[in-house]
């Protein structure tokens, strides 16, 4: 072991300023994909009428999802073209474009998980 060992209460302050600016970065990252239109695979149904999904960069269990309102017409495993409309620390909030079932041109909106 190292001599003079970093106090407990310190350790723990540093990792929450190193966590806080994590957020940021990861916060301003995601918010530059508001407004693209983005390629997901469809990997669930939310119960509440949306869908989770991922995108090409999204490895699951690491990364956040891509949720989707209105997104239960999109079958699971399928591919589907979303509009990103949010952006938190962690998750992308997007519409469809065309849902399975939907009439061209419909907008979806959007809802916080």
């Not at 009428?49 to 997104?71: K, M, N, Q, T």
Request: proline share 6%; charged share 35%.
């Amino acid at each position: 072991a190292l001599p003079d060992p970093v106090p407990e209460e310190v350790k723990q302050e540093r990792q929450a300023r190193l966590m806080a600016l994590q957020a940021g970065i990861s916060t301003r990252r995601l918010r530059r994909k508001v407004g693209q239109i983005l390629k997901v695979l469809v990997d669930a149904h939310d119960g509440e009428g949306g869908a989770i999904a991922r995108s090409s960069a999204d490895a699951p269990e690491i990364d956040g999802v891509v949720l989707i309102e209105e997104g239960a017409a999109l079958p699971v495993g399928e591919f589907a073209e979303v509009r990103i409309v949010e952006a938190d620390e962690h998750d992308l909030y997007a519409e469809t474009i065309v849902a399975k079932g939907d009439p061209p041109g419909r907008v979806h909106k959007r809802r916080r998980r």
